[in-house]
C-alpha cells in the first residue's frame, strides 16, 4: 500500500442477508470500525437490505454500496434501481461491471463503461472491477484483458481522478479458494496503476486499485503489503464480521 492512498476495504455480500440478518451484520461491521481509523470500510448489502443497512452505517465509519444500479435516472425499467435512488437510500459508492455480472447477465466492456460515466456524473463513486478467466491468464491474455477492460473507462475516471476506485479481481479466483499470489496480483496492479499513468499521472497517483478473488484474513497481510495494493474487495470472507475484521485490521497494521 501508498502512504498516500487510504486502504479501502469493501466487502461484497452478493445475494446474501437481504433483511434482518443483514441489518446485524451491519452493526457488527459498525463495532470494527473504531478498531480501524486508517481504513476506509464499505459494505455492500442487497438492494432490499441497502436502506436499513445505510440507517445502521449513517456517521459510523461504514459506509454502504449497492451492488449495481441502472444508467438512467427514471423511467419505465421495471425492476432496476438508478443511481439517485441508491443515493436516496444512503448508498456512496456503487459497485460496477463485477465479473459475475459480466459472466451472467451480459454486461460488457462497453456497457461497464456507461455505467461508470453515469455513477461519476451522478456523484455516486464507482468501484470499477476488472479481471481475466482462467482460459485467458493460461493463454496469457492476462494484461491485454486487464488493459482493455480499463481502457473502457479510463476517459471517465480521469474526469475526477481519485472518485473512483478499480477492482482487480481475477475470474478464476472469485470463490474458488484460489488466489492470485502477490507477487501475480501486484505485476497486474503495477500495469493498471502504468496505464492510468499514461493517461494522466493524477489519476495514477489517486485512485486505489483493490484487490479480490478469495481475500481472507490468512492471505489479507501479502496481498495488502503490495506497493500497488490499495485494499480489497471480499466475497465471501465479509459474510462473517470476524473475518472482515481481520481483514480490515490487516490493513490497518500496514498503513
Known amino acids: 500500500m501508498h502512504a498516500s492512498r487510504k486502504p479501502l476495504i469493501a466487502g461484497n455480500w452478493k445475494m446474501h442477508y437481504g433483511g434482518p440478518a443483514g441489518v446485524e451484520l451491519a452493526i457488527a461491521c459498525v463495532r470494527i470500525a473504531p478498531k480501524v481509523p486508517k481504513v476506509e470500510l464499505v459494505i455492500a448489502p442487497p438492494f432490499t437490505a441497502l436502506a436499513a443497512c445505510a440507517h445502521e452505517c449513517e456517521g ?62 451522478s456523484k455516486l463513486p464507482p468501484i470499477v472491477c476488472v479481471g481475466e478467466t482462467l482460459a485467458e491468464r493460461e493463454s496469457g491474455k492476462t494484461l491485454e484483458v486487464v488493459r482493455r477492460q480499463v481502457a473502457a473507462f479510463l476517459d ?58 478469495s481475500v481472507k484474513a490468512d492471505n489479507a497481510k501479502g496481498l495488502l503489503g503490495c506497493a500497488n495494493v490499495d485494499g480489497a474487495l471480499i466475497g465471501g470472507a465479509s459474510l462473517d464480521a470476524a473475518s472482515f475484521g481481520a481483514i480490515a485490521e490487516a490493513a490497518q497494521g500496514l498503513t
Not at 459506509?63 to 436516496?88: C, H, I, R, W
Not at 465479473?99 to 456507461?114: C, H, I, K, L
Not at 499513468?197 to 479480490?212: C, M
Request: charged share 20%; with cysteine.
Open 60 to 121: 459510523k465509519g461504514v459506509a454502504v454500496a449497492a451492488q449495481n444500479f441502472y444508467p438512467k435516472d427514471q423511467g419505465a425499467f421495471t425492476g432496476e434501481v438508478s443511481a439517485p435512488m441508491l443515493k436516496d437510500a444512503g448508498c456512496t459508492w456503487v459497485i460496477v461491471g463485477h465479473s459475475e455480472r459480466r459472466q451472467y447477465f451480459g454486461e460488457t466492456d462497453a456497457s461497464v463503461g456507461e455505467k461508470t460515466k453515469v455513477a461519476i456524473a
Open 156 to 213: 471517465f475516471i480521469a474526469e475526477a481522478p481519485g472518485v473512483a476506485a478499480i477492482a482487480y479481481e481475477p475470474v478464476w479466483a472469485i470463490g474458488t479458494g484460489k488466489t492470485a499470489g502477490p507477487a501475480e496480483a501486484e505485476e497486474v496492479h503495477a500495469a493498471i496503476r502504468a496505464q492510468l499513468a499514461d493517461r494522466l499521472p493524477e489519476v495514477a497517483e489517486k485512485t486505489r486499485i483493490l484487490y479480490g478473488g
